[in-house]
């Protein structure tokens, strides 16, 4: 299964499928883009991305900032060019790069877990209701989901084919720089692909070809050491909005009028840490709610659980792939022969990757359904011991009657 998606169509019945599963959703939905059309959701990224376009620089309402990480609002500057239209010009991007995470996903799945797994595990992502509407959303998920395919997918051709290695080097660490959130994920994988000594060095050059630009601009903008983006306080101030005073949320809100994200950052620190200092207990049990929203509904979408909106592209998906998590977890530690070693490991770092972003949201908030889907796919791909599982079992059963 090589980079060439021609010859693989060619090849590939199942490819094929998937293609035209893929093709059919990317037409429908471009349909609707410019057809109806559907205004795409946008916010802070949009807004960075049209001072950029109207020569402001990189900034928001009150001048420079470092709230959100260079990458996606670059990659709308273009678009935002046209003007309003180009929310829709964006957004057509978007699915059009969703069509490709999706054949890329099916390539790699099929180096590392074979193709009848890839055909499930491509359906499923394709056919995933909040992952068809995303693209619709102008937000960084839309472009970090994508790169962090193509990235997974380069790492793994790479084992097979003489390939630079630091091409798929340069996509994680730009993938991590759109999300910050996956950087230790990110991180993990690069070292599972490209741990070995004599790799090391590319593996820090790289990281520093990504990041030294955006860290030097903070640095001169701001006068701080940002690699990523701004909010760190302010993150958790957000998750304790409910046990703040009243006079703490009207200073925040007066500070918000005047001040960038980056001086406010000093804003948050006190609050938070009279909440560390006051209220741990609460925090604590603050942090374990956090989790469960992350992990099934946000407060924010709990007046709206049980449309047909939320059941279908969260409550169903969310409860499907939970048990589905939980029963391969289960079949990965007790069937230990049917997985080889090496992608044990793989699911293992994949199972890592969602324990580490569950605690990071829980800890500070976890108010939207983006935050999920950023990971969710990696669900898909967790469920590979059932696949390989069941039959092994249905067919140790039928021996031993």
């Keep these: 299964m090589g980079f060439d998606l021609l010859n693989d169509w060619q090849e590939s019945k199942q490819f094929r499928l998937i293609g035209w599963i893929a093709v059919l959703l990317l037409i429908i939905k471009l349909i609707m883009l410019f057809g109806f059309p559907i205004i795409p959701h946008a916010i802070e990224d949009w807004y960075i991305a049209k001072h950029i376009a109207e020569g402001s620089g990189y900034s928001l309402s009150n001048?420079?900032?470092?709230?959100?990480?260079?990458?996606?609002?670059?990659?709308?500057?273009?678009?935002?060019?046209?003007?309003?239209?180009?929310k829709i010009f964006a957004s057509g991007l978007q699915h059009i790069l969703w069509f490709f995470a999706t054949m890329f996903l099916y390539k790699a799945s099929c180096i590392r877990f074979g193709s009848g797994f890839a055909f499930v595990a491509s359906?499923?992502?394709?056919?995933?209701?909040?992952?068809?509407?995303?693209?619709?959303?102008?937000?960084?998920?839309?472009?970090?989901?994508?790169?962090?395919?193509?990235?997974?997918?380069?790492?793994?051709?790479?084992?097979?084919?003489?390939?630079?290695?630091?091409?798929?080097m340069l996509i994680g660490w730009l993938t991590a720089l759109t999300q910050p959130i996956l950087l230790p994920g990110?991180?993990?994988?690069?070292?599972?692909?490209?741990?070995?000594?004599?790799?090391?060095?590319?593996?820090?050059?790289?990281?520093?070809?990504?990041?030294?630009?955006?860290?030097?601009?903070?640095?001169?903008?701001?006068?701080?050491?940002?690699?990523?983006?701004?909010?760190?306080?302010?993150?958790?101030?957000?998750?304790?909005?409910?046990?703040?005073?009243?006079?703490?949320?009207?200073?925040?809100?007066?500070?918000?009028?005047?001040?960038n994200d980056v001086e406010l950052e000093q804003e948050y620190k006190p609050i938070v840490?009279?909440?560390?200092?006051?209220?741990?207990?609460m925090y604590g049990k603050r942090s374990l709610h956090r989790l469960t929203e992350f992990w099934l509904v946000p407060d924010t979408y709990r007046d709206q659980m049980w449309t047909p909106a939320i059941i279908i592209s969260r409550v169903l998906p969310q409860l499907l792939l939970g048990i589905g998590l939980f029963l391969s977890v289960l079949m990965l530690v007790k069937m230990t022969n049917m997985i080889s070693i090496d992608t044990r490991h793989f699911l293992i770092v994949l199972i890592g990757i969602l324990i580490y972003v569950s605690i990071i949201y829980s800890l500070t908030q976890a108010a939207n359904i983006r935050f999920k889907l950023d990971v969710e796919w990696l669900?898909?791909?967790?469920?590979?011991?059932?696949?390989?599982?069941?039959?092994?079992?249905?067919?140790?059963?039928?021996?031993?009657?």
Excluded at 67 to 84: E, H, M
Excluded at 273 to 281: A, H, K, N, Y
């Design 379 to 401: 669900q898909i791909l967790l469920l590979f011991p059932i696949f390989q599982g069941i039959p092994k079992l249905v067919e140790f059963k039928g021996t031993s009657e």
């Design 186 to 259: 990110i991180l993990a994988l690069q070292l599972f692909y490209f741990g070995k000594r004599n790799n090391v060095i590319s593996l820090i050059l790289t990281a520093l070809v990504i990041f030294t630009p955006w860290t030097i601009r903070n640095a001169m903008t701001f006068d701080a050491f940002i690699p990523t983006k701004s909010p760190m306080w302010m993150n958790f101030y957000e998750g304790m909005k409910k046990d703040v005073t009243t006079q703490e949320l009207a200073h925040i809100e007066s500070a918000r009028k005047y001040m």
């Design 273 to 281: 840490l009279r909440q560390f200092s006051e209220s741990f207990p």
């Design 63 to 86: 001048g420079p900032t470092a709230l959100k990480t260079p990458v996606y609002p670059l990659f709308l500057s273009l678009p935002a060019f046209i003007g309003d239209f180009g």
């Design 123 to 168: 359906l499923l992502f394709a056919l995933h209701p909040a992952y068809i509407y995303y693209p619709y959303v102008l937000e960084s998920t839309a472009l970090t989901i994508p790169l962090f395919i193509i990235f997974w997918y380069m790492a793994e051709y790479s084992k097979l084919q003489s390939v630079n290695i630091k091409i798929p």
